[in-house]
């Protein structure tokens, strides 16, 4: 059974910046590799919402309108971890952020890390 366990929330102020990253356990770092990882978020009061997504081979990319030239999102698959840089921080990026392992019809679930920016 895949395990993901995000890591590197807090609490940061305004312009500031944190990263988040995505371990995987209970599968080996080839099977890792093969699946495509996503960050998302979700707000109080608001519906979970895509941030950045990943391919397997990390030949795609894609990002939320409203992080996009602020985050990035990466992958090591020999140390089956995925990555969110997150810079230029602001109160409306406040949530608490999963990540996903996607593989076919299969997705996994970590259980989030929060994230506050508040000055």
């Known amino acids: 059974q895949v395990q993901l366990v995000e890591s590197g929330g807090g609490l940061v102020q305004p312009g500031g910046s944190l990263r988040l990253s995505c371990a995987a356990s209970?599968?080996?770092?080839?099977?890792?590799?093969?699946?495509?990882m996503s960050w998302y978020r979700q707000a109080p009061g608001k519906e979970r919402e895509l941030v950045a997504a990943?391919?397997?081979?990390?030949?795609?990319?894609n990002y939320a309108a409203s992080v996009k030239g602020r985050f990035t999102i990466s992958r090591e698959n020999t140390k089956k971890t995925a990555y969110l840089q997150m810079n230029s921080l602001q109160p409306e990026d406040t949530a608490r952020y999963y990540c996903?392992?996607?593989?076919?019809?299969?997705?996994?679930w970590g259980q989030g890390t929060q994230v506050t920016v508040s000055s």
């Open positions: 990943i391919t397997s081979a990390g030949g795609r990319i």
């Open positions: 209970g599968v080996g770092f080839s099977t890792f590799s093969s699946y495509a």
């Open positions: 996903k392992a996607q593989w076919g019809m299969v997705d996994y």
